[in-house]
């Protein structure tokens, strides 16, 4: 059975940091791209991040030096620090694993069924 399953709700102050981590099952990374989207109230699911299996990564746009994607190999975890929180990265975070070549930016939910699989989604909320 695929899985993805995400660390837990996170609420910290701004200006903080966290990392989290999304644990894989089921299907091998040496042909799947992991990548992490966020979507917030009342916003579009974007693709925040993304790494291939030999360690390339891609970044969207709206990302600024703040976050850094990486995984673990013998984990089978795909993590994402985000540094220098701000209020607007209050948003649902999700992990996805997916071929390289239906990768999309942006979306009116995260939840794209040509993707292999998705996390179940972590609550992050950032306060002032």
């Known amino acids: 059975e695929v899985q993805l399953v995400e660390s837990g709700e996170v609420s910290v102050q701004a200006g903080g940091s966290l990392q989290l981590s999304c644990r894989f099952s089921g299907f091998s990374h040496d042909n799947t791209d992991l990548g992490w989207y966020r979507q917030a109230p009342g916003k579009r699911c974007e693709l925040l991040s993304r790494?291939?299996?030999?360690?390339?990564?891609y970044y969207g746009d709206s990302v600024k030096d703040r976050f850094t994607i990486s995984h673990g190999h013998a984990e089978n975890t795909v993590y994402l620090q985000i540094n220098a929180l701000e209020p607007e990265d209050t948003a649902v975070y999700y992990c996805?694993?997916?071929?390289?070549?239906?990768?999309?930016?942006?979306?009116?939910?995260?939840?794209?069924?040509?993707?292999?699989?998705w996390g179940q989604g972590t609550q992050v909320t950032v306060s002032t």
């Open positions: 790494i291939t299996s030999d360690g390339r990564t």
């Open positions: 996805a694993a997916f071929t390289a070549h239906v990768v999309v930016a942006s979306s009116r939910t995260c939840d794209d069924p040509s993707y292999i699989s």
